[in-house]
């Protein structure tokens, strides 16, 4: 059975103090790890798939990066607009039929001015 | 956003009642998925739509029913909702491409009284 396990559940940071957000997984073959921030009342909206170890992404302050366990996003100088929930999903190679995504519980990011 | 939209964005019913939550989509994407999303659950997967009348079961399917008449229509029915099934209910769309990231609507909250 996959699993995912975001750590910690809830961050708090002031304006231009980086941090990283865990996403530790077990899957048995990875097709992909993706990103999602989720603002309140809003749906997830994706920021980066990852495929395999040793892969990077970045978008303006984040970065996501990529093991055979887990996946980190690092927020760099973050803004108060980077305040949402952020989540983690992966993909296994057998889920061919309905490409199906195990998402982790999320990470709740709050900046502070 | 990705031309989703879930209706209704809110509603209240009785327990008993049937509902029925709509998604629809612009995006002419094969793959369609309903999840719910709970306090320290995450995102669950529901019920999965891999074509027009091809749909399949997910991970937390009891009590509820798909059906997908038309590309762009994908409905979920609670034949008789229950306390347990309040929620936020996302509506998520993926093209055919197996790597590509789930797109979400803005959710359906649904409480069941």
């Known amino acids: 059975e996959d699993q995912v396990t975001q750590s910690p559940e809830a961050l708090r940071l002031q304006e231009g103090e980086s941090s990283s957000l865990n996403c530790s997984y077990t899957v048995s073959g990875l097709r992909g790890l993706f990103w999602y921030r989720q603002d309140p009342g809003k749906g997830p909206e994706f920021l980066f798939t990852l495929y395999s170890a040793g892969e990077e992404k970045e978008k303006e302050r984040l970065k996501a990066t990529l093991t055979k366990k887990e996946s980190f996003l690092h927020i760099t100088a973050p803004k108060p607009e980077d305040s949402a929930t952020y989540l983690c999903?992966?993909?296994?190679?057998?889920?061919?039929?309905?490409?199906?995504?195990?998402f982790g519980g999320g990470t709740r990011l709050m900046v502070k001015p | 956003d990705a031309g989703i939209t879930q209706s209704p964005r809110h509603k209240v019913t009785e327990t008993g009642t049937p509902v029925t939550l709509r998604c629809h989509q612009t995006e002419n994407h094969r793959y369609m998925y309903w999840y719910r999303q709970d306090p320290g659950h995450g995102l669950r997967l529901i019920h999965y739509s891999y074509g027009v009348k091809d749909t399949d079961k997910g991970e937390v399917s009891d009590g509820y029913s798909v059906s997908r008449s038309k590309t762009e229509d994908f409905l979920l029915t609670l034949e008789s909702a229950t306390s347990s099934q309040t929620s936020v209910y996302f509506c998520?769309?993926?093209?055919?491409?197996?790597?590509?990231?789930?797109?979400f609507g803005n959710g359906t909250r649904l409480t069941v009284t």
């Open positions: 998520a769309i993926r093209a055919v491409d197996g790597n590509s990231p789930l797109h």
């Open positions: 999903a992966v993909q296994a190679v057998r889920n061919n039929a309905g490409n199906m995504l195990t």
